[in-house]
């Protein structure tokens, strides 16, 4: 009995010793979130910028993971100030009433070499799911991750109906942890 019980405490040791990270906050240093949108024919790229959030990504441990991210819709930019402004307007992202776009993780899987983020967004008040492929990438001490996606902006109430705007919004998001 006593050594059976010896054999569990050491297997037991080594496996926290081994994943130590699974237990860990991780450090959002640096992010970028980009975006594309089809205006009069014309592509439009824009950013936002000091995003906030926690962040535990761990490859070999997914149900332990988890993210939860705040994108600040004041940070808007797209290459100029006027359009800027009128984004953040009450017609589109209402910034005044909703400061912020909310990206919170619900669970995460991996298919086909790539992880799944399976996450709830919030924009303008409206919670929708979204499904983000993306890679990973551990060098330097430092984790990347990297990701696309595509949303329709009309689903969140950002804008309306309109002939020369395009509904749909090509995302990328790139992410720099410290573990």
């Known amino acids: ?14 496996f926290l010793l081994v994943q130590p990270r699974a237990f860990g906050q991780q450090k959002l240093v640096a992010a ?12 439009v790229n824009g950013s936002f910028t000091d995003i906030r959030g ?8 997914l149900a332990a ?23 953040k307007k009450k017609e589109y992202f209402d910034a005044e009433k909703f400061p912020d ?14 992880f799944r983020g399976y996450y709830s967004l919030s924009i303008k008040g409206v919670t929708k799911d979204i499904t983000v ?3 990973y990438v551990q060098k330097n001490n430092r984790i990347y991750l990297s990701g696309n996606f595509e949303l329709n902006r009309r ?8 002939m020369i705007l395009s509904d749909k919004v ?10």
Not at 1 to 14: A, D, E, H, N, T
Not at 155 to 160: A, I, K, M, Q, S
Not at 170 to 179: G, N, Q
């Open 1 to 14: 009995m006593r050594k059976y019980l010896s054999v569990f405490l050491f297997g037991l040791s080594q």
């Open 133 to 135: 492929p993306f890679s």
């Open 170 to 179: 090509k995302v990328s998001v790139e992410l720099e942890v410290m573990p």
């Open 101 to 114: 776009i909310l990206i919170k993780s619900k669970f995460f899987g991996k298919q086909e070499g790539l």
């Open 32 to 43: 970028k979130v980009n975006f594309t949108i089809e205006n009069a024919g014309l592509e």
């Open 155 to 162: 689903d969140f109430g950002v804008g309306t109906r309109s």
């Open 65 to 87: 993971s988890s993210m939860e991210v705040s994108v600040p819709v004041a940070t808007i930019k797209t290459g100029n100030s006027m359009r800027d402004g009128h984004l």
């Open 54 to 61: 926690n962040m535990n990504f761990y490859p070999e441990n």
